[in-house]
């Protein structure tokens, strides 16, 4: 009977008792994973980011420790299984780490990296976010970017709601690399905010990301009346005239020359925009059809159920149920919000100076949740006026969008990066 009482006080259940915030975590986690397959709010990385909350956040699985990435990089020597000692403990004080991370009453023990802790490595190196733009160029066809120019305009003016969200979360207190991560769920691109945060803000990284997926699923909720009360129904019902035929040729000059541009411009967004181009040209160039499959299918979905799991990891009770996650879930609409009027008002000003008026819906397509808010602009259209095809137009600035959160991202490391 004494051997059975340990094993129970031993057991995650009498744990739970003592860690009523984990408890809290596992009810988020559950409301997660039934949005993503009721509700199927992008279930591809809802779902795996859910179950990883889930499994980070249940008391004596230590499949997770946040100590070994505490101070903003991976602390080697405590994954070897070494000593987590005072001075350790100091240094990450001093660094401003949490003291939820930082947990005094662990110091002088081994710490014994779990299982997620490895797969989070990806996550910390920059790896698969990288992947993912891999696999994201290979399903993209730039040919409405390239037909119509500027459009790029239209991607690069969604990219306000970054920069004005960077200004918000400064005054509402955080550092200046934590303002850039928020302000990067603008973008509205998920690998780009990861990528960004794992290198400016990794505490922050479990609320970032679920905000930034989130805020993607619900681009149909949030878009429309935002793009309805930014236009007028004349505007709305503006017809566009069909885009040009591009070529092979420029199709495939399109990716290097890119890539080359944007890497010497801003050489911080060169590994999400060298994956991104990679996966066009072996999507456009006619000659590598297995790599562009593989690219498409297995690398991606592979890569994808390692980022959700690991990106969920990081959502921990101590973490997670702060104040500042309040913000963060705030100032992320905020941003997407004016990251889709940015890109709608930039269209209004164009049509002022241009004898072929442009429809003031694609601007919203701006943002790089790709296609989805390109769909979006064509239900908005058709519903002013039925027949009206807006869809190729509106793939452009959203195509174009990808690459100017990229940009965005690169802009932001290079300043506050360490």
């Keep these: 009977m004494e051997g059975f ?28 994973m039934y949005l993503a397959i009721v509700k ?10 859910a179950f990883g909350m889930m499994l980070t ?6 499949m997770f420790h946040e100590i070994l990435f505490a101070g903003g990089h991976v602390n080697w020597d405590l994954f070897g299984g070494g000593t987590y000692t005072q001075e350790l403990a100091d240094s990450f004080r001093d660094a401003g780490v949490l003291d939820s991370v930082i947990n005094s009453s662990e110091i002088g023990s081994q710490v014994s990296a779990g299982l997620l802790d490895y797969l989070y490595l990806g996550v910390k190196l920059g790896i698969y976010p990288c992947l993912i733009f891999m696999g994201v160029g290979a399903m993209t066809d730039f040919g409405p970017l390239i037909a119509n120019p500027k459009s790029l305009l239209l991607g690069a003016a969604a990219q306000l709601g970054i920069f004005l969200t960077f200004a918000g979360a400064s005054l509402l207190g955080f550092t200046a ?24 803000a990794p505490d922050l990284l479990g609320p970032i990301a679920v905000a930034a997926y989130s805020y993607m699923a619900l681009v149909p909720v949030i878009q429309p009346p935002i793009m309805r009360l930014l236009t007028t129904k004349a505007e709305r019902q503006i017809e566009m ?6 070529s092979k040729t420029e199709k495939i000059i399109f990716p290097i020359v890119v890539t080359a541009f944007v890497s010497l411009l801003v050489p911080d967004a060169a ?31 592979i890569v994808t159920i390692l980022l959700g799991i690991t990106v969920g990891a990081t959502a921990t009770a101590g973490t997670f149920l702060d104040l500042r996650t309040i913000k963060i879930i705030i100032l992320g609409v905020i941003a997407f919000a ?25 601007g919203s397509a701006g943002v790089s949740a790709v296609p989805m808010a390109a769909r979006v602009s064509q239900l908005e259209g058709q519903k002013a006026k039925p027949g009206n095809y807006l869809l190729m137009h509106a793939m452009g600035p959203n195509v174009a969008g990808v690459i100017g959160s990229a940009i965005a991202a690169g802009v932001i490391i290079s300043l506050f990066g360490a």
Excluded: H, Y
């Design 5 to 32: 009482i340990d094993f129970l006080k031993g057991s995650g259940f009498a744990m739970l008792g003592e860690n009523w915030k984990c408890l809290v975590m596992i009810v988020v986690a559950c409301a997660l």
């Design 40 to 49: 199927k709010f992008e279930p591809l990385l809802l779902l795996p980011i």
């Design 57 to 62: 956040n249940l008391p004596g699985a230590n």
């Design 177 to 200: 690399a934590e303002s850039g991560s928020i302000g990067i769920i603008g973008g509205a691109d998920g690998p780009t905010a990861i990528f960004t945060t794992s290198i400016l």
């Design 241 to 246: 005239k069909q885009l040009r035929t591009v």
């Design 271 to 301: 590994s999400l925009i060298g994956c991104l181009m990679l996966g066009n040209l072996a999507r456009e160039c006619g000659v590598t059809e297995r790599l562009s499959k593989t690219m498409q299918n297995e690398l991606c979905n």
């Design 338 to 362: 004016f990251g889709t009027a940015g890109g709608v008002l930039l269209a209004k000003f164009m049509n002022l100076f241009s004898k072929q008026k442009i429809n003031p819906l694609i």
